[in-house]
């Protein structure tokens, strides 16, 4: 009777699995098909030179400040008790800014904090539909300027050992120390809030949450980040004068609605390893991001799941030189006959170290692949209060 029991119990959870499984898969399917592929995407542009040097090749070995937007684990690396970063970048000839400033304080020998805040925005854009008048008179005085703008305020914890477990070890090294962790766990987690506004036409905010690993194995390192892992929401609301809806229906221009714009979940994986030459350390990492919002124009296209790889290697010498290089934003691109060819923007870097103050440049899109001709990208990182004991 005990052995029919179980065979039951046994029977029943088969069956509940297999309805939540498909359930599970049909709701992505749908979610899928309903989300924009693209949602929230300025916050995958990236921010540090040393990162768009590597081609955003991160996640493993990251152990500044910028941990707080790679993978908030690396931030127990901060080589000071309070670490500032910043950066500032144009895209379009300038026409677009985009702008980066981070914060992070050891709070103890075992874990660690930091504030990042990101700005993606294009301003004095010019507000055309009341240019014409009630009698149909255009009065060029009407014409009103407005800014498109993407806020992301990101809180960052980190924390050394296996959850739940303490650890009191001080044991300190950073990346340009060179990586020399052995056996060593570390895990962290994001809270990301979004605002979003279009002049006084349009709002959102939206909130997600980020959980990252790194473990590092004698010279090997490990790392893995899922952002948004319960999926990011942007709620909108619009705001639109009788005027201006009525501009929209004369142009043909759809009246939007309020609703939810959805970012669904993407996992990024990473292996890196460092070896030593005399005064040289190089240090090379491999990653990959998988999304989960469909087809994408990556190296591996599928649905509802695709891979983008990048590859970035940096060239250490003596603690103070630093030497960048790397590959990404592989794409299949159709030509005119309708074959198709691989296409991958390479990505070149340097950084210097003086004292507390570290100078880090890229150039990017140096291969031309794309529009968003941002080129030269300049980043500082500033120890402020000595080093952590």
């Not at 052995?3 to 297999?18: E, F, G, H, M, V």
């Not at 941990?67 to 500032?88: C, D, E, K």
């Not at 660690?112 to 539909?129: E, H, K, L, M």
């Not at 603690?319 to 390479?346: C, H, M, W």
Request: glycine letters at 8%; proline letters at 3%; a positive charge.
């Amino acid at each position: 009777m005990n052995q029919a029991r179980i065979y039951k119990a046994i029977s029943r959870a088969a069956i509940t699995i297999s309805m939540c499984a498909c359930i599970a898969g049909n709701s992505i399917a749908q979610t899928s098909d309903l989300t924009p592929k693209y949602s929230n995407e300025f916050l995958n542009i990236g921010v540090g030179a040393r990162a768009l040097g590597m081609s955003m090749a991160q996640v493993a070995t990251v152990s500044d400040v910028t941990a707080g937007y790679w993978n908030p684990a690396g931030i127990n690396h901060l080589s000071s008790r309070i670490q500032v970063a910043a950066m500032h970048s144009e895209y379009f000839a300038g026409i677009a800014k985009y702008d980066y400033a981070a914060i992070g304080k050891a709070i103890d020998s075992s874990s660690a904090a930091a504030f990042s805040v990101i700005r993606f925005g294009v301003d004095d854009i010019p507000n055309t539909t009341e240019l014409i008048d009630a009698g149909g008179n255009i009065d060029y005085d009407r014409i009103t300027r407005f800014s498109a703008v993407d806020y992301a305020f990101i809180f960052s914890y980190g924390r050394k050992g296996w959850p739940g477990k303490n650890t009191t070890s001080n044991t300190h090294q950073t990346i340009i120390d060179p990586l020399q962790r052995t056996n060593r766990f570390r895990w962290g987690v994001n809270a990301k809030v979004i605002y979003r506004h279009i002049g006084e036409f349009a709002r959102a905010w939206g909130f997600g949450l980020d959980a990252g690993m790194q473990y590092d194995y004698n010279r090997w390192h490990f790392g893995a980040v899922a952002k948004d892992i319960t999926s990011t929401f942007n709620a909108w609301s619009y705001s639109l004068s009788d005027r201006t809806k009525e501009v929209f229906q004369n142009t043909g221009n759809e009246i939007p609605q309020n609703g939810l714009e959805v970012t669904l979940p993407r996992l990024v994986i990473g292996a890196g390893r460092s070896f030593d030459i005399k005064k040289i350390t190089l240090l090379a990492e491999v990653n990959a991001t998988l999304t989960t919002d469909g087809k994408r124009n990556v190296l591996i296209s599928a649905n509802p799941v695709s891979v983008d790889p990048n590859l970035g290697i940096e060239a250490i010498y003596n603690k103070l030189i630093f030497l960048r290089a790397g590959i990404g934003n592989i794409q299949r691109v159709s030509d005119f006959d309708e074959s198709t060819y691989l296409t991958l923007q390479p990505n070149i870097g340097l950084g210097l170290r003086i004292r507390n103050l570290q100078i880090d440049y890229a150039l990017s899109d140096i291969g031309n692949v794309s529009d968003a001709l941002y080129s030269n990208v300049f980043s500082l990182r500033i120890d402020i209060t000595g080093k952590k004991k």
